[in-house]
């Protein structure tokens, strides 16, 4: 057994362990306040930065990768059409991200989460708008909170995540129904298809839920997207 898994199982066990009232809310009452003081501190540096697409894609792609160029050339194509970039604040995508922001002198936020591995702070992001999170949950919502578009570059579980978030908040209408773009026709195809042939058969989702998101090949159609929603609408923070 690593030690990583010796840590998650003796994590699993002080969950189910007894604790006296004193206990539960002494830990509760601090777990509390950081909940609160992260989401004070991400409200008040993201308050003023204006329009802006979030960026998601995987920590583990390289420099080298097609798709971390493209976000690259994304990122920079939306600063030169008057959007700032926000990213997961880390590697690979992220990077990428705010270095294209940062090519073209615009805003570039990164929302950095403490994590065992992969997530260290790249050096692309302005230094007034790297916010650091321990909660998924809080960060995911400043994600939402201040970005008038999503692009969603090729990643894992943590991009899956945070597509389906963007997705699930428009289908219930608890956010405006904002441009989700997802980059590499090749990568998200088979998902699509099953979304397709399967959630919709079972009637898990309806066929027109499907509208809610795009995919395109180049950096170009990406920002095309973002832009043809916003020559209808008036940019504004989502709620």
């Not at 006296?20 to 003023?48: C, Y």
């Not at 578009?149 to 579980?157: E, K, Q």
């Not at 180049?218 to 008036?234: G, M």
């Amino acid at each position: 057994m690593t030690d990583q898994w010796r840590e998650d199982e003796d994590r699993i066990k002080k969950v189910f362990g007894d604790k006296t009232w004193a206990q539960i809310k002494s830990e509760e009452s601090w777990r509390i306040f950081k909940i609160m003081s992260e989401f004070v501190e991400g409200i008040d540096k993201l308050s003023k930065i204006g329009p802006c697409v979030s960026i998601f894609g995987s920590a583990r792609t390289k420099p080298e990768d097609k798709y971390y160029q493209m976000a690259e050339q994304i990122a920079a194509k939306l600063v030169r059409h008057g959007y700032g970039v926000i990213t997961g604040g880390g590697p690979g995508i992220m990077e990428a991200g705010n270095k294209g922001a940062k090519s073209e002198q615009g805003r570039s936020v990164g929302l950095n989460i403490e994590l065992p591995f992969e997530q260290t702070p790249n050096p692309y992001i302005d230094h007034d708008k790297n916010i650091n999170f321990d909660f998924f949950f809080v960060r995911k919502v400043m994600f939402v909170k201040y970005s008038q578009g999503f692009i969603i570059m090729p990643g894992g579980f943590g991009t899956l995540d945070e597509m389906f978030e963007s997705l699930t908040l428009i289908q219930t209408h608890k956010i405006g129904r904002f441009p989700v773009v997802l980059v590499g026709t090749a990568y998200w195809s088979g998902l699509f298809e099953w979304m397709k042939t399967t959630m919709v058969e079972h009637g898990n989702i309806h066929e027109e839920d499907l509208e809610f998101f795009s995919i395109v090949d180049t950096p170009t159609d990406a920002v095309r997207i973002i832009d043809e929603f916003y020559s209808k609408y008036l940019l504004k923070p989502n709620f």
